[in-house]
């Protein structure tokens, strides 16, 4: 499997000539007033207009940007999602509109995937794992399979107490991809805001690592979005996690924007470009 990060939480990921995207993000106009200007490119997948499948591990405009997903995915592509919120009103679900509204607007094809439950499509299989989101909408991570590799795509979940389950009904990761800026935040439809992070701590993530029993683990979700006070990520995410990680026993490496990794099956030999 040959992963590409993208900018912020996402990746694309290629297995025997098809592409996948999973929390493809290149549009900052609905989330700038709230969380300011993004800091580093967005780029488009290398696969753009031929994905086969999309991938959101749910629908905050920096996870779901339906007009990149659109632009991205093939003819016959398909987007998998967490369930919709229940309708509760603007206080309830504001974050959920606008990618709500987009994927509806472009007529995009969907299918809905509960945790645990699995779908095959050509090389690859994808399972939706059990997340916490920060603000109580749905969320669900992404364990995707292909050619005997397997990863983990975690949004920007919070820390919980699926990631046992997981590694007992999937197995060992041979890469895990996991939130780590701890975010403070604070948005009009949540408030009070919490002085506790919105997603996990570089220590929470490494945690996750090692509890998954990740041969590689990888940071996301960081330094492309930070605003102080509105949207304010912890000091230095990506130094901090690889000191986690050493600590914690579990191989780490930083990916930038652009930068790609594969991955072969079984020992997991890597290597990057």
């Known amino acids: 499997m040959r992963i590409r990060r993208l900018g912020w939480a996402g990746l694309e ?13 290149q549009h900052n106009e609905p989330l700038e007033p709230f969380t300011g ?10 696969g753009a207009g031929a994905i086969a499948t999309a991938l959101v591990t749910h629908l905050h405009a920096d996870h779901c940007d339906p007009g990149a997903i659109a632009a991205a995915l093939a003819p016959d592509g398909l ?3 967490p ?5 509760g009103g603007v206080l309830e679900d504001g974050a959920l509109l606008y990618a709500e509204q987009g994927i509806a607007e472009r007529g995009l094809a969907t299918q809905v995937l509960a945790p645990w439950e699995s779908v095959t499509r050509g090389p690859f299989t994808f399972t939706a794992v059990p997340a916490v989101d920060g603000f109580g909408d749905p969320q669900v991570s992404w364990a995707v ?8 795509h975690a949004g920007d979940t919070l820390f919980h107490g699926a990631w046992w389950l997981a590694k007992l009904r999937l197995g060992d990761f041979d890469a895990v991809f996991l939130p780590a800026n701890g975010p403070r935040v604070s948005l009009p439809h949540r408030q009070p805001p919490s002085p506790l992070p919105a997603a996990m ?3 929470q993530a490494a945690a996750a690592a090692a509890v998954l029993g990740a041969r590689l683990a990888v940071p996301i ?16 995410p990506a130094e901090r996690f690889l000191t986690a990680a050493q600590e914690a026993g579990v191989a ?5 924007t652009g930068e790609e990794l594969t991955l072969a099956p079984a020992a997991a030999q890597t290597s990057g470009s």
């Open 145 to 152: 399979a292909a050619g005997g590799v397997r990863i983990l």
């Open 83 to 87: 369930a919709p919120a229940p309708d």
């Open 252 to 256: 780490a490496r930083v990916l930038a």
């Open 37 to 46: 200007p993004v800091h580093g490119p967005l780029p488009p997948p290398a």
């Open 221 to 236: 979700h960081y330094d492309t979005i930070d605003s102080p006070p509105r949207y304010e990520q912890v000091k230095q």
């Open 79 to 81: 987007l998998l999602r």
């Open 13 to 25: 990921l290629e297995a025997e000539g098809e592409h996948v995207v999973v929390d493809l993000f």
């Open 201 to 203: 701590t570089p220590e």
